[in-house]
C-alpha cells in the first residue's frame, strides 16, 4: 500500500519544485520574481550612494531593502529545509553569495560603521547565472567557454609580449622624457605605456620632448592592433568551433517532392522516402 505523505513532506515537495524546478510556471515565476529583487536591490545599493536621494529617500529605501533582505532570508531558509542535503547548498558557490548578500542588513544592528558593507548586496547579481541557466544560453556559454579555454595559450604569449613591449617603452620613455615631464621613474613610465597602450590615455603624465611625443605617436597607433589580437584569437576559435559542430546539409531537394533539408550522408527523403541523387 503507498504510504499517504504527510502535510510537511507535500509541502516540502511543492515547494522545492517553486525554487529548484526551472520548467514549472510555478519555478519560472519566482525566478522572474527573483531576478527583479536582485535587480531592484542593486539599484538600492547604487543610489544609497547617491547624497541628494539617499538624504530625500532614505527612510523609503531602508525599509525597501529590509523587505528584499527578509524575502532573500526566507527563500534562504525554504532553500535549507526542502533540499536533502542542505551543507552541500551551504558550502556551495550560489550558497556562500546568498549568505554573505544577507549578513550587512543583520550586521547593521550589531556593528556601527557597517553601512559601507551594503556594497557587497551587489554580489546577488552573480545570481542572475543561476536564473538565466536555460538550456539556450548554457550551450552559448559553453561554447563561448571552450572558445575561451582554445585560444589561451596564444593570449597567454600574446599577453607576454604585451608585458615586455611595456617595460621596454616605459624604459625607454624614461631616459627620453625624464623626471622634468612627470615620467619620475620606470614604473611610472611603464604605468604611462599601459595607458597608452590600451588608448585610455589619462593625461596625467604625457611627453613633451619632440622625440617622446614621436615615440608616443607609434605606442598609440600600436595600441588599436593590441586590442584588436585578443579578439580576433577569440573569435577565430569561435568560428572553429561553429564549422565543426555545423552540420552539411544538401542544399538539393529530392527528385521526388522537392523538399530540402537533408543531411550530407543521407540516401532517402525524409519526407517521402525516395532515393536521393548523388552529389
Known sequence: MKAVKSKYELFKQKTHLIIYGTNTVAGKLFDLILLGLILLSVFI???????GF???????????????????????????????KPM????????????????????????????VLAIVRALRLLRLFKILNHPQFSSQSTHLKEALIASKG???????????????IGSVMYVVEGKE??????????????VTLTTVGYGDIS???????????????????????????VTAELTKKNNEKKVDIKINPCTNCGIEGHLEDAKYCYNCGGELEER
Open 45 to 51: 545599493v547604487m543610489m544609497e550612494t547617491v547624497k
Open 54 to 84: 539617499d538624504t530625500k529617500y532614505h527612510l523609503q529605501l531602508y525599509i525597501l531593502e529590509w523587505v528584499i533582505t527578509s524575502f532573500f532570508t526566507l527563500e534562504y531558509i525554504l532553500r535549507l529545509i526542502v533540499i536533502k
Open 88 to 115: 552541500k547548498y551551504v558550502l556551495s558557490f550560489y550558497g556562500i553569495i546568498d549568505l554573505i548578500a544577507l549578513l550587512p542588513m543583520y550586521l547593521s544592528f550589531f556593528f556601527m560603521g557597517t553601512s
Open 154 to 168: 596564444k593570449i597567454l604569449v600574446f599577453m607576454y609580449y604585451i608585458l615586455v613591449s611595456t617595460v621596454i
Open 181 to 194: 615631464s612627470g615620467f619620475t621613474s620606470i614604473p611610472m613610465s611603464v604605468y604611462w605605456a599601459i
Open 207 to 233: 611627453p613633451i620632448t619632440p622625440l617622446g611625443q614621436f615615440l608616443a605617436s607609434f605606442v598609440m597607433i600600436l595600441g588599436y592592433g593590441i586590442i584588436a589580437v585578443p579578439t580576433g584569437i
